[in-house]
């Protein structure tokens, strides 16, 4: 136990309690722990389902940074780090992404926090215990000389992904002596003088029981894994995408907040969603398989529907800048299935975790027509569009997939960069469909994790982190955002808390 055990009012069942399980709700634990608070962390997933959304993610976090040197005190040794470029990422850098890809739409005092404590948050967790790396898989290509280039603003991650980092926090969190109850169905809030003094929990039996505490800091995740709210607020169609995460984020608890007079924060009209592996069995949800399951090489390749024809600018930025929005150009996709298509040329260079995956949903021929028949689009409309697209690119500029190279295929819609003819058989197919990782909408907060209410003020006691803090994302994300957010508003909340 820590240091403040049998201190807090006895009447309480822990000073901080924190309803969720991921990655923010950890965090929040952590920074709450550290500072001699009790805390109880209620998460709704059985023990073998542990680990919230962030289980699921590939672990990579968005940090700024002055290039490798600033990173090898807390990043594991690589033999490779030797022959290593990484490019700096400055908060500013980080600033103008967000509010690129958002269109301007992140919360500015929000992103001030975000861009310049990110970076000390992953110290801070890895002095407590989290091991990170540089992700040489996902964020460089090897070079001719062998040398690497890591590009996109996004270079370091978890060692051992999602799964490696949620087993690295609960272990903090047992050396910490925080207790963690698993099963903990929390639909409530508990108020008493105008404060939140704890929340409701309906155990298995039906029974409700009431759990108080001087705080609760509500980690919990957005309404990704509820088909009728997605469909409420994201529009028709969204019931159909697949949860690429845990089922147990269905918005109970932004649904308790607001109803406690907590105001929205953030777009409720959008959310992260990816390519996602169409047919495979088990294609949501899935623990062992868990972010396998994305396709993320299709920068290098082209994309086609149904009827043949390409319908969006595969090349138009570096991956980490495009996935989170394209999941939903798929959606709206005839029957929300597309394919992904590269040659033999190609192939090898696939991100081997999730195009080598077990099951893959992969067609192969060796010609296009062929492998059109293959996967039920006719023959002759892929033949043109794979033609007209090989056609329109000047191959005298060199590919080079660690930089944005400008190798366009000039034409519609246009390829902006890594443009190469697919002329080489075999020729692959993968299906994708949409997968939706989570919801951009939440509560609405300040920097601090203070949930407020429609006039701005603080609600007493309730705090939000993670997901269910709103106001970051609208329409698409900077790669690697998320799991960052969710250490600094955790750190932040739990520090308050």
Known sequence: MNASAGTANPGNAADVIVVGGGNAAFTAAHAA???????????????????????????ATRIAHRGLTDLVDF????????????????PADYAHDLAKVTNGRNDPDLTEALVNEAAPGLRWLHSLGLKYRLMYERQAYERADGTYLFWGGLHVGNVG???????????????????????????????????????????????????????????????????????????????????????????????????????????WQSCHSTQWDAFTPGNESNRELT??????????????????????????????????????????QPGSVAYQLFDAGLRPMLRAEEYDMPGVSVARADSVEELAARIGVDPER????????????????????????GRRADTMPPKSNWATPLTTGPFYAYAVTCGITFTFGGLKGDPHGRVLDDRGRPLPGLYACGEMLGGLFSGNYPGGSGLAAGVVFGRRAGSLA
């Open 33 to 59: 722990a550290v500072r001699g608070r009790r805390v109880l962390i209620l998460e709704k997933a059985p023990r073998e389902q542990f680990g919230g959304n962030s289980y699921y993610t590939a672990g």
């Open 75 to 90: 990043i594991e040794p690589d033999e490779r780090h030797a022959t290593t470029d990484v490019p700096p990422y400055s």
């Open 161 to 267: 992904g999602g799964e490696g980092l949620m087993h690295d926090h609960v272990r903090v969190a047992d050396q910490l002596g925080t207790e963690v109850r698993y099963g903990q169905d929390v639909f409530g809030l508990l108020t008493e003088n105008g404060a939140v003094a704890g929340v409701k929990v309906r155990q298995d039996n039906g029974i409700v029981e009431e759990l108080r505490a001087e705080s609760v800091v509500l980690a919990a995740g957005g309404f990704e894994a509820n088909r009728e709210l997605r469909r409420a607020h994201l529009g028709p169609g969204w019931e159909n995408a697949k949860v690429r995460g845990t089922p147990f984020n269905t918005g109970q608890m932004l649904t308790a907040a607001l109803s406690l007079g907590a105001a929205k924060g953030g777009d």
């Open 291 to 332: 972010n396998r399951l994305t396709r993320q090489s299709y920068p290098l390749g082209i994309i086609v529907n149904r009827d043949g024809e390409r319908f969006l600018d595969e090349g138009a930025d570096f991956r980490n800048y495009t996935y989170a929005k394209y999941g939903k150009e798929i959606l709206e």
């Open 382 to 405: 892929l033949a043109k569009t794979v033609n007209d697209y090989n056609r329109s690119i000047d191959v005298s500029i060199p590919f080079d997939p660690n930089v944005k190279d």
